[in-house]
């Protein structure tokens, strides 16, 4: 099982961008890299997922060097509302008889100030 | 629109009692799992299922059982409530496999859960 490394937590002031950064050394090859949001009382949510260098999509953008030992979530811009807990996961999604190995953890809590 | 739900939102038993929690999935997804979320902990996997009459244990299965009769429900039960089952409890479901590019789990609304 790939185990994931993420800061506890992180401030940011709204409108800069945040960085989130995953490491990941033991990643196997056929790991995607997930990244979920969760605000309190409410279920994570997806927010992007990849396998290798950049994926860009509406709300995130996730970048992953090519020795996939690592990964970045970029917010940009945040607002007060992107206040939550980020996950980094990591795992075969895509073989649906993988999925229960994936291993959510303690994430990061982001707290954006005004 | 697919969706998942969790019934009931909000629950507080006695010690010793049984206990199910459903969720309930529109999405025909093959994939449900069950988590709990403590302080401290993040969420942890207790059980989760990959089809009809499929279930598998997480990593904190003790004290639950599953049961997977057709594709949109998993009820969760638990057998003799003990106070250290007092947590919030998400359910949620995913694709079996996916030629999207991309698969995530759908998580519900979670249920909270008292054991007094």
């Known amino acids: 099982l790939a185990k994931t490394t993420q800061p506890i937590s992180m401030d940011s002031y709204e409108g800069q961008e945040v960085n989130i950064t995953c490491s990941h050394n033991?990643?196997?090859?056929?790991?995607?890299i997930t990244w979920y949001q969760q605000f309190p009382s409410q279920g994570p949510r997806f927010i992007i997922q990849?396998?290798?260098t950049k994926v860009t999509n509406e709300v995130a953008s996730l970048f992953i060097p090519a020795d996939r030992k690592s990964s970045t979530l970029s917010l940009p811009r945040v607002s007060l509302s992107d206040t939550a807990v980020y996950y980094c996961l990591v795992g075969d999604f895509m073989d649906g008889g993988s999925q229960g190995n994936l291993i959510f953890g303690k994430g990061t809590k982001l707290s954006v100030k005004p | 629109d697919a969706e998942i739900t969790q019934s009931p939102r909000h629950k507080i038993t006695e010690t010793g009692r049984q206990v199910t929690l459903a969720c309930h999935q529109t999405w025909n997804h093959n994939n449900m799992f069950w988590y709990r979320q403590d302080l401290g902990h993040g969420l942890r996997l207790i059980h989760y299922s990959y089809g009809v009459q499929d279930t598998n244990k997480g990593e904190v299965s003790d004290g639950y059982s599953v049961s997977r009769s057709n594709t949109e429900d998993l009820p969760l039960t638990l057998e003799s409530a003990a106070s250290s089952q007092t947590s919030v409890y998400f359910c949620a479901s995913s694709e079996g496999t996916s030629d999207r590019g991309v698969n995530e789990q759908f998580f519900g609304p979670g249920t909270r859960l008292t054991v007094l």
């Open positions: 990849g396998y290798k």
């Open positions: 033991n990643i196997a090859t056929n790991d995607y």
